[in-house]
């Protein structure tokens, strides 16, 4: 059975992982929602205007107030930027199963903080909530992500064709990634 705590803090050596903040939305808007290299590999089309992102962390921050919602804005240490989002959702009861997603802005690809925050929240995620699998899914087209979730453990568990249309009106096929519990126990020595 999982157990929920919310969205707490947490750090890691170059990040801190936090709650979305209505004060946030600019942020949210300039460093990924509002551009199509990162929305391209999401179901949701990019932001045309700031209202629209006004209106989406209004959404996230009232759903703070259940303890099931687990979402997190990366946050970089060194300039307190808010770079980045992260979430595990869709949990399974039956089975202690969940999926985690992320968009990172752009600007901070290919510097590891995808893999850093993606490493945190599943560690929290096993050791905290007590979570049997979290799986995972990225564009085929968006090969970058597999890397990030094979680096914390994940491994590939197969390929669902035309799994999602994006915004424009393209199918795209997914690959589907997980890690289980007893894996991640093994690799980090518990």
Known sequence: MNIFVGSPKIETKRLILRRIEHSDAQSVFDNWISDERVTDNRVNAAHKSLSETVERVAKIVSNYKTEEFCYWGIELKATGELVGEMDL???????????????????????????????????FGFRHMNIHKISATHNTDNPASGRIMSKVGMKQEGTIRDMIRNSKNEYKDCAVWGILREEYNEMAGN
């Open 89 to 123: 959702y869709d949990f399974d009861s039956s089975t202690g199963n969940c999926e985690v997603s992320y968009s990172l802005g752009y600007n901070w690809w290919n510097q590891g903080y995808g893999t850093e925050a993606l490493r945190a929240i599943v560690e």
